[in-house]
């Protein structure tokens, strides 16, 4: 099967799932969807991020290798969708000791940024308040960042927010 192929056939979910069933625990196979990911055109990117979520769902470790240059990738000028559903990957692994703080510095920088997509500054949150868990030198910082971006903020964004500042007074 021609990945590329595929995903330019169908942007759906059934497709996302079914070419993620394909992959599987394969590491072939994920680091060709991973190349689409991280270095093919916009269109074929943000497709290949939503087979990514669901392989890495099913397989959290095929994705380890990969982080570092997923880290990279955000500070370059790509889809929302790729940005969403990296940090929507971040959020819910163990990121390296020695990736940690460069991921801290551009999630601070996209949960901080009123133009990012709600979703991306949501993940955002979340992965610095995880971040938190394991540096709490950081609590205050996000604290002031959520706490400076409520008032505007979207119901989701706020919703996000409030519950990671219960949790972070917690610490």
């Given at each position: 099967?021609?990945l590329?192929t595929?995903?330019?056939?169908?942007?759906?979910?059934?497709?996302?799932?079914?070419?993620?069933?394909?992959?599987?625990?394969?590491p072939?196979?994920?680091?060709?969807?991973?190349e689409?990911?991280?270095?093919?055109?916009?269109?074929?990117?943000q497709?290949?991020?939503?087979?990514?979520?669901?392989?890495?769902?099913?397989?959290?470790?095929?994705?380890?290798?990969?982080?570092?240059?997923?880290?990279?990738?955000?500070?370059?000028?790509?889809?929302?969708?790729?940005?969403?559903?990296?940090?929507?990957?971040?959020?819910?692994?163990?990121?390296?000791?020695e990736?940690?703080?460069?991921?801290?510095?551009?999630?601070?920088?996209?949960?901080?940024?009123?133009?990012?997509?709600?979703?991306?500054?949501?993940?955002?949150?979340q992965?610095l308040?995880n971040?938190?868990?394991?540096?709490?030198?950081?609590?205050?910082?996000?604290?002031?960042t959520?706490?400076?971006?409520?008032?505007?903020?979207s119901s989701?964004?706020?919703?996000?927010?409030?519950?990671?500042?219960?949790?972070?007074?917690?610490?």
């Amino acid at each position: 099967m021609d990945l590329r192929t595929e995903i330019l056939k169908e942007h759906s979910k059934k497709q996302a799932v079914r070419l993620a069933d394909f992959i599987g625990e394969n590491p072939t196979r994920f680091a060709n969807l991973m190349e689409l990911f991280l270095r093919d055109n916009l269109i074929v990117c943000q497709r290949s991020s939503w087979v990514v979520i669901h392989c890495v769902q099913q397989y959290p470790s095929l994705i380890f290798p990969y982080l570092e240059e997923m880290i990279d990738n955000l500070e370059r000028e790509v889809h929302s969708a790729v940005k969403r559903n990296t940090v929507r990957i971040f959020q819910d692994i163990v990121l390296p000791e020695e990736l940690l703080g460069k991921a801290v510095d551009i999630c601070f920088r996209l949960l901080d940024d009123p133009q990012e997509a709600i979703a991306v500054r949501v993940f955002s949150m979340q992965v610095l308040y995880n971040a938190c868990l394991r540096e709490p030198d950081l609590k205050d910082e996000l604290s002031i960042t959520i706490e400076s971006h409520l008032e505007f903020g979207s119901s989701g964004f706020m919703n996000r927010g409030k519950k990671i500042l219960k949790a972070l007074q917690k610490l």
